[in-house]
């Protein structure tokens, strides 16, 4: 094991997810105790032990693999032939869908990433500091001298291997995550890996409602530059690891990296016979059928009983600079000592976290987890991983059959040190229901609470939950329980904010329910507001506002279609009774924004009262039908306060409208793709800065439709 990897591994055992289209469980009332015995983890002698369990595990999971694929061909018999339905013996899987400058040379104020914890930076392709911004576009990390805006332009940029992704600026150092080859050739049989997508076309999933936080599929890179020079980047580090981007944290000099494994291949096992692979539509009975995959499974015994600790625990490779000089040096990426298990058993995916100093070269301290990823939410101090479970059916699950609950969400908590960035796995806890995203999850005096849905859409056993988790002896214990929050319908969009928490949910209309957390053994619901369309983000405009995005909608009786992007200000100053204050609807069925699903997009710039939202507006349509005419696409730019309402001041523009009506629109946009041509925007004291793939715009923020500087991100 080389010197270089502080491991603190751990071992939880998780997998796939699986789609589940039907209706939601029955519903679920309290007294409400979780299995916690299967989300608790239980240590492991060594690297003999881990082993037989992987093996066990993998023996397992093959053997049910192969009987289901035994049913298949006991089912069509004779008349099916595997050559049209595989590739390689495996199923076919279905496709994804200078220096720095002194106080007088920067703004006197600017706009940071919109993140959901103070003093907690989230990755993102974009940063700012109010003197440059640090950009990944076009294949490249590029530095724009960005003040003052009329002299803006490029300074430089360092070419990045791969995809770059995301990005994280700390003083004289940047740490770029790229994503590489496609890990799809480690996929172990059967087990279908379920990324979102993969390569340059890889649409992240941000909001979570039809979509889950697996990463991309493709090996990750970390490369770390000295940008003391902002004119000449230099590299100083990279990581290569054979697992992909989840998330990303970073306090301070502290990176907090999360990355998920696919299982390892295993060359030999397969989960057809090869007889009938090479023989179709040969004539056999039931019996030499199934004595095929008998056989097939005994092959596969001896293989994965063949196998040692390095068959199955992923690698890393970390070359770092000195001086011209490159030291690189790898191995695995975890030791066996302090290894845990679980007995849920759904899949075989390790789940690692990484923690480093991005202004150091020194180790990795690395905690893993033989678990599936998640929505990830991080405090300053501790950070959780939330993944969605179904009931597998003949494994072990959380709950008693007689509960009727078929959707879980587990939840793995791991305190953070900071000084020497470490991560300590604190512990786990599961909860009934789906979690939507990130800001689904929040810390308040050392609990964490979390909002969970029931069921799908249009069952109407659809109910949400929410329930307050407390650390205690390695176990994160339900002590509080909302239940049977607006049945019927699901949650779009949550926020905490300390003792008080806000949950929207949605069929026809948009109630928002003001949620009293001061008692953490007994959360109870103060008010709640009904009114058209839905909330997808909700931020805190101030103690007493809330200022949300989301979609209007269109009562229909059984049901309500969605429609334009609806801005609301809420006042919640009296929880008993929140109230709608203004409301601001942009365009028809169809206008999309980028910031609806991703908060990264949503820029609300305090100091000035000034909102910047990535617009296409659809105009045309009705009676559910979508917009036929594209008239804006672009960076709408809003004054917003809670005693004035919206005032919209201008668009800064990035696309030509369509010149008529037409069925060919672009304006054909599910609620949950968005797709705006603008993806983020930020200020600097009287600029507005909108940033597509291919240019930054710049404009004076109180006539934002005159650009004034034009600078190009492609060359």
């Keep these: 094991m080389k010197r270089w990897i502080a491991l603190l591994p751990l071992l939880l055992v998780g997998g796939c997810l699986i789609p589940n289209d039907s209706e939601g469980p029955p519903s679920f009332t309290a007294p409400f105790v979780p299995g916690q015995s299967l989300a608790a983890l239980v240590g492991v002698e060594g690297c003999d032990q881990l082993l037989v369990e992987l093996q066990q595990q993998s023996i397992a999971l093959m053997e049910q693999q192969v009987d289901t694929n035994l049913a298949q061909a006991l089912q069509y018999g004779n008349g099916w032939c595997m050559n049209d339905y595989m590739e390689d013996g495996v199923p076919i899987p279905a496709s994804g869908t200078g220096s720095d ?36 576009a076009d294949g490249r990390f590029q530095i724009i001298d960005a003040w003052p805006p009329e002299q803006a332009h490029l300074l430089s940029d360092f070419p990045i291997t791969g995809a770059p992704r995301k990005l994280f600026v700390y003083g004289d150092r940047a740490l770029i995550y790229s994503s590489g080859a496609s890990l799809g050739s ?44 902002r004119t000449n980047p230099v590299l100083v580090r990279e990581i290569e690891l054979s697992g992909s981007l989840v998330n990303a944290r970073r306090v301070d000099q502290a990176v907090f990296t999360v990355a998920s494994f696919p299982p390892t291949a295993l060359g030999g096992v397969t989960y057809w016979p090869q007889e009938i692979w090479n023989d179709c539509y040969t004539d056999r009975t039931d019996e030499e059928i199934t004595a095929l995959f008998e056989a097939l499974k005994e092959t596969n015994r001896q293989i994965l009983l063949a196998t040692t600790i390095s068959d199955w625990i992923p690698g890393a490779v970390d070359t770092r600079y000195f001086d011209g000089e490159a030291l690189r040096e790898e191995g695995l990426l975890v030791s066996c000592e302090d290894f845990y298990l679980t007995q849920q058993a759904d899949g075989q995916n390790f789940l690692s976290l990484l923690a480093l100093d991005m202004t150091a070269l020194g180790v990795i301290d690395v905690t893993t987890i033989f678990g599936r990823p998640g ?59 789906r979690v939507l995203n990130q800001f689904a999850m929040d810390e308040w005096n050392g609990n964490l609470r979390i909002a969970t849905t029931t069921g799908h859409l249009p069952s109407p056993d659809v109910h949400s939950t929410l329930t307050v988790l407390e650390e205690n002896g390695g176990a994160l214990q339900a002590i509080g329980l909302l239940d049977q929050i607006a049945p019927t319908e699901d949650i779009r969009s949550v926020r905490f904010d300390g003792p008080r928490g806000f949950i929207v949910t949605f069929k026809k209309t948009d109630p928002l329910f003001a949620i009293d957390l001061s008692d953490p053994e007994h959360p109870a619901i103060q008010g709640e507001l009904h009114i058209p369309g839905y909330s997808t983000y909700m931020h805190l405009l101030d103690q007493d506002h809330l200022l949300s995005i989301g979609y209007d909608s269109q009562d229909e009786g059984n049901f309500a279609w969605f429609q334009g992007i609806l801005l609301q200000i809420f006042d919640i100053s009296d929880m008993t009774q929140p109230a709608l204050l203004h409301r601001e609807v942009i365009g028809s069925r169809g206008s999309t924004s980028e910031a609806a699903t991703n908060h990264l997009a949503f820029t609300y710039f305090r100091p000035r009262s000034l909102l910047a939202i990535p617009m296409v507006v659809c105009e045309g349509g009705h009676d559910g039908s979508y917009g036929t005419q594209m008239t804006f696409g672009g960076l ?33 946009n599910w609620w949950t793709d968005s797709n705006s041509y603008v993806q983020r925007s930020l200020f600097m004291d009287d600029y507005v800065f909108s940033v597509a793939a291919n240019s930054i715009e710049i404009a004076l923020s109180e006539n934002p439709g005159e650009v004034l500087v034009s600078v190009p991100l492609t060359e």
Aim: proline share 5%.
């Design 101 to 136: 400058p002194g106080p007088s040379e920067r703004a006197e104020e600017y706009s940071e990433t919109n993140t959901q914890v103070a003093g907690v930076d989230e990755a993102d392709f974009i940063k700012n500091d109010g003197a440059y911004i640090y950009i990944l």
């Design 636 to 668: 709408m730019v809003y004054r917003a306060a809670a005693d004035t309402g919206f005032e919209f001041l201008g668009g800064v523009p990035h696309l030509e409208p369509e010149a008529e009506q037409s069925p060919y629109s672009v304006c054909g």
């Design 375 to 433: 929505a990830v939410y991080a405090s300053a101090s501790s950070l959780y991983v939330a993944a969605r479970h179904q009931s597998p059916g003949g494994e072990p699950w959380f709950f008693a059959e007689e509960s009727g609950i078929t959707e879980a969400t587990t939840v793995h908590k791991f305190d953070l040190l900071l000084d020497k960035p470490a991560t300590f796995y604190a512990g786990s806890g599961v909860v009934k229901g």
């Design 186 to 229: 480690q996929q172990s049989g059967p087990y279908d890996y379920y990324y979102g997508g993969s390569g340059e076309n890889y649409d992240e999933c941000t909001y979570g409602y039809n979509c889950d936080f697996t990463g991309d599929g493709r090996a990750l890179k970390i490369t770390v530059l000295d940008i003391g020079d």
